[in-house]
């Protein structure tokens, strides 16, 4: 019904930037808040940052004043841009969104497949 791809995974060096994207598509009748987790090795899965359908934004404070998190509402996106990154930030990033599928039905979350980010020298 509804489908997530991210993009924009990759290796980095500590220091840089990457900038992940994941869009949101299939029966969409309304998407509330859209967000990022990741999980690294060994670990749970963390929540990174969310936004609301308003733009209201929240971030781990792990990851505040490097990470930027935005959405495009007519595009159903959502981005990360993740500066400064060190290799703690290394994991898999998931996305997600908050979706009714139709008038009427309650709203439920979907995710996307995972993006890997590598933060080493």
């Known amino acids: 019904q509804v489908q997530l791809v991210e993009s924009g995974g990759g290796l980095v060096q500590p220091g840089g930037s990457l900038r992940l994207s994941c869009a949101a598509s299939g029966t969409i009748f309304s998407i509330a808040s859209m967000g990022w987790y990741r999980q690294a090795p060994g670990k749970q899965r963390e929540l990174v940052a969310t936004?609301?359908?308003?733009?209201?934004?929240n971030y781990a404070d792990s990851v505040k004043g490097r990470f930027t998190i935005s959405r495009d509402n007519a595009e159903n996106t959502v981005y990360l841009q993740m500066n400064s990154l060190k290799p703690e930030d290394t994991a898999v990033y998931y996305c997600?969104?908050?979706?009714?599928?139709?008038?009427?039905?309650?709203?439920?979350?979907?995710w996307g497949q995972g993006t890997q980010v590598t933060v080493s020298s």
């Open positions: 997600y969104a908050n979706v009714r599928t139709l008038r009427g039905f309650p709203h439920r979350d979907y």
């Open positions: 936004i609301s359908s308003t733009g209201s934004t």
